[in-house]
């Protein structure tokens, strides 16, 4: 099945019908869809499959049966953020299942084996931990300090996963990773990228030097519920206040250091119009260019939040739900990725992303990561796109890059 077909394939799956975004959460009908999808196309591929109990997933294309040891693993996620675009992680995977398409087409036969990989939960878009499913998978947390997240819902982990039956499939084996060091090589993700890095430079395809640092913080705001026009407004201790002037302190010290920071998502208590609320709850995400510039600009949003909450005669604490420090990607890695024979290497650029890619860099292994242009950079919006031309440019380089490595 062609790249074209596996991409109308998969595009239906968790699209909603307003806003033509997506919502594929981790262990929701969506994202059990779009899994149970891939483990189709790799069984069409007489790929070996395996499954391990929080729901990673992975295909390995073995030519010869005696060639086992590590092998060179590919692949990205299934899984969105709210109301997300089509190629933030699937692009990644339905590219790596067409390279090895095109790869056999090529006669080519690796000297190790090439695998294709899923990741659940990469987004921490249900779960609020990024990279939940490669974190487990390398060891970067446990189950046992993951089974303490819980959803919107207060739906806790297991529960979600024993519900959608993630632990019970046929498929689990529940040693499908028995050592990643001793399975895995390297790791390759190829991504669309999220910026204008290169539309900007008129290239298709780019190679990743390095993440940025970033996290997810947790800012409780709380005060004193009250009637709104019954209470002076000298007299008030609104959260609401606080929260207000902490977003734009935050947006203003990104602004000065070149960082980002950026509150999505704000949970207000009771959310009612006529009274002034009791506690205000906001995720800040914080990215920037080193771990120090973060520490620094959260030190100070969190400074200037506090100053803020002492005036209002409000409360505040910060908590930190997820953090991934910088990744380094291996440099010769890239540089060899990079290299085109006769032409001009790609460009090695960084990213403010996370991506599972980092996790298993941290962990230890080669990676690497390929991004395919993105004309207009936007992602995480129903207006994520990448040209279908670009897209079979990244499956080439991706073939190249697979051909490069399990030679
Ligand atoms: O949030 C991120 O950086 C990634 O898209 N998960
Ligand atoms: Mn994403
Ligand atoms: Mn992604």
Redesign the pocket.
């Known amino acids: 099945m062609s790249f074209e077909q596996m991409w109308r394939d998969l595009a239906p799956v968790g699209r909603s019908s307003t806003s033509g975004g997506y919502f594929r959460q981790p262990f929701e009908t969506a994202e059990r869809e779009a899994a149970a999808w891939f483990l189709e196309q790799c069984r069409a591929r007489d790929l070996e499959v395996s499954c391990d109990e929080v729901g990673n997933l992975v295909g390995w294309w073995r030519p010869d049966p005696d060639v086992t040891g590590p092998g060179v693993l590919t692949g990205s996620h299934l899984d969105s953020v709210l109301d997300g675009g089509a190629y933030?992680g699937p692009l990644g995977v339905v590219s790596a299942l067409a390279a090895i398409d095109l790869l056999r087409e090529r006669g080519f036969t690796p000297a190790k084996p090439i695998g294709v990989s899923v990741f659940v939960e990469?987004?921490g878009s249900r779960f609020g931990l990024?990279c939940l499913g490669s974190r487990l998978l390398t060891g970067a947390t446990t189950l046992d300090r993951a089974k303490e997240l819980r959803d919107r819902d207060g739906v806790f982990l297991l529960d979600a996963m024993d519900a959608a039956g993630v632990r019970s499939s046929p498929d689990v084996t529940s040693v499908a990773w028995p050592d990643l060091r001793e399975q895995v090589d390297c790791f390759v993700e190829l991504h669309v990228e999220?910026g204008r890095d290169l539309v900007d430079r008129g290239v298709p395809v780019g190679v990743a030097s390095m993440i940025w640092p970033?996290g997810r913080y947790r800012f409780d705001f709380t005060g004193e519920a009250n009637h709104a026009g019954t209470t002076r407004m000298e007299d008030r201790h609104d959260p609401m206040l606080t929260y207000a002037m902490t977003a734009l302190a935050a947006n203003k010290q990104a602004r000065l250091s070149g960082s980002r920071a950026t509150f999505g998502r704000v949970d207000v208590q009771p959310n009612g119009t006529n009274a002034v609320p009791s506690r205000v709850t906001a995720w800040m995400d914080a990215r920037a260019e080193s771990s120090q510039a973060l520490e620094a600009m959260l030190a100070d949003i969190t400074r200037l939040a506090g100053e803020r909450a002492e005036r209002d005669g409000t409360g505040l604490t910060v908590n930190a739900e997820s953090v991934s420090a910088v990744v380094d990607f291996d440099r010769d890695l890239a540089e060899r990725i990079a290299a085109q024979p006769g032409a001009a290497a790609w460009p090695i650029i960084p990213t403010m992303?996370?991506?599972d890619a980092g996790i298993l860099s941290q962990a230890g292994i080669p990676t690497a990561m390929l991004f395919v242009r993105n004309p207009t950079g936007v992602s995480?919006s129903p207006d994520e796109f990448a040209e279908m031309a670009d897209c079979l440019r990244g499956v080439e380089a991706l073939a190249d890059t697979l051909e490069k490595l399990a030679r």
Do not use: L
Request: glycine share 10%; no cysteine; net charge negative.
């Open positions: 933030d990469e987004e990024a999220q970033h992303a996370g991506h995480h």
